[in-house]
Every structure is written in structure tokens, then in C-alpha cells.
């Protein structure tokens, strides 16, 4: 089973994540940031992983520890969940339509870390959510995950299509990236041998 737990405590947050990559998209998700947990709630479902996500955080501060925190915690899921990436595709991308935003995501678990972040969010809030966290939480999981991520935004103004776009577009890239290639189910996709 690719699944993994994480427990994560902080002085600003205690979260508590678990993972199944070959799921079938339910969740259960309570961070404490109610557009967050809409958004989780959208990736699993695109995505068909089993995610369970709690946090208790410091969000009297403000969200950012939680947000920053669960990408953190959901990067190194995947990155247990995978462990040496056996049969794994590698890559994957999409291209997704949010009525008039179209947002493209690419993502390649290199064991490297990079973020290519090009949304532009002109909003600073949807709902009480500060937009600018949505960079913060990608650069998190990127970060733990040891992946390469391209998020671009090629249309559309509405922040909050934009956002949730861009939540189920890296979904659909995440899931075909960590499909199980039966070609090639029993090799490292590398020409090093390892990831």
C-alpha cells in the first residue's frame, strides 16, 4: 500500500495527515482555514487519493502557519508514500479549464525541489483567505516532496477559479505522475537508478 502518516507539531501548528495515493478520492479534512479545507477537499477528489488532514494552529495569528505547515505535511506524504518511486510515471501535466481561467500544471518527481509559480491573483482575499498563501502552501509541499512543480495561469481574472483551478489541475498532474507506468512497474524511471 503507498500510504503514508504524518504527524507534525509545532509552536504554531499540530497536524495530523494521512495519505493513500491509490485511493478513491474521500477525505476528511478540518484545518481550521475553511477555504483550505474546500480546496483539500477538491485535491483528493481530482486527484483519487484518501487524504485526512487536522490542524490545530495558531489562526488568532493569522493562517499562515497553518497553510505553509500543511503543504509541508502533505509533501513529505507523498514523498513516504512513494518511497524510491518504483514503477512510478514520474511526470505529469494538465491543462484545466475553470470556466474562463485555464490553468496549466506540470510536475516531475525528480527528488529536486522547484517551484515555477505564474499565477497572477489580484485579489488579496477570497473570503477571509489571504491568496498570496497559495504560493506559500505549493512551495511547502514542493519542498518535502522533492518535486519539481510548474503552476501557469494562461487565462482568467476570477481569483477564486484561479485558486481552485489550480488545486484540481495539480491534482490531475500529482495522480498521473505517481500512477503505476505496468510497463515499467519494477524500474526506477531514471537513468541514474535512483530518484
Same mark, same amino acid.
Given at each position: 500500500?503507498? +500510504?503514508?502518516?504524518?504527524?507534525? &507539531?509545532?509552536?504554531?501548528?499540530?497536524?495530523?495527515? /494521512?495519505?493513500?495515493?491509490?485511493?478513491?478520492?474521500k477525505s476528511t479534512i478540518d484545518t481550521g482555514v475553511g477555504f483550505l479545507d474546500h480546496m483539500l477537499t477538491l485535491f483528493a477528489s481530482h486527484g483519487r487519493f484518501d487524504l485526512? !488532514?487536522?490542524?490545530?494552529?495558531? @489562526?488568532?495569528?493569522?493562517?499562515?502557519?497553518?497553510?505553509?505547515?500543511?503543504?509541508?505535511?502533505?509533501? =513529505?506524504?507523498? =514523498? *513516504?508514500?512513494?518511497?524510491? &518511486?518504483?514503477?512510478?510515471?514520474r511526470y505529469g501535466d494538465t491543462v484545466l479549464p475553470m470556466?474562463? @481561467?485555464?490553468?496549466?500544471?506540470?510536475?516531475?518527481? /525528480?527528488?529536486?525541489?522547484?517551484?515555477?509559480?505564474?499565477?497572477?491573483?489580484?485579489?488579496? &482575499? !477570497?473570503?477571509?483567505?489571504?491568496? +498570496?498563501? !497559495? *504560493?506559500?502552501?505549493?512551495?511547502?509541499?514542493?519542498?518535502?516532496?522533492?518535486?519539481a512543480l510548474h503552476i501557469r495561469q494562461l487565462a482568467g481574472r476570477n481569483a477564486h477559479h484561479i485558486i481552485e483551478g489550480t488545486f484540481k489541475s495539480v491534482a490531475h498532474s500529482l495522480r498521473e505522475a505517481v500512477s503505476i507506468d505496468e510497463t515499467f512497474k519494477n524500474e526506477i524511471p531514471s537513468t541514474k537508478g535512483v530518484l
Open positions: 500500500m503507498r +500510504e503514508a502518516v504524518i504527524n507534525r &507539531k509545532t509552536a504554531e501548528t499540530d497536524i495530523s495527515l /494521512s495519505l493513500r495515493l491509490d485511493g478513491t478520492g485526512t !488532514v487536522v490542524c490545530r494552529g495558531d @489562526t488568532y495569528v493569522d493562517d499562515h502557519h497553518s497553510v505553509e505547515d500543511i503543504g509541508i505535511a502533505l509533501g =513529505r506524504a507523498f =514523498r *513516504e508514500a512513494l518511497g524510491d &518511486k518504483r514503477g512510478i510515471h470556466d474562463e @481561467t485555464l490553468i496549466l500544471s506540470a510536475v516531475d518527481f /525528480s527528488g529536486r525541489a522547484y517551484l515555477g509559480y505564474a499565477l497572477d491573483i489580484r485579489a488579496e &482575499k !477570497v473570503g477571509t483567505f489571504d491568496t +498570496e498563501l !497559495v *504560493e506559500e502552501f505549493w512551495l511547502g509541499f514542493i519542498r518535502q516532496a522533492e518535486c
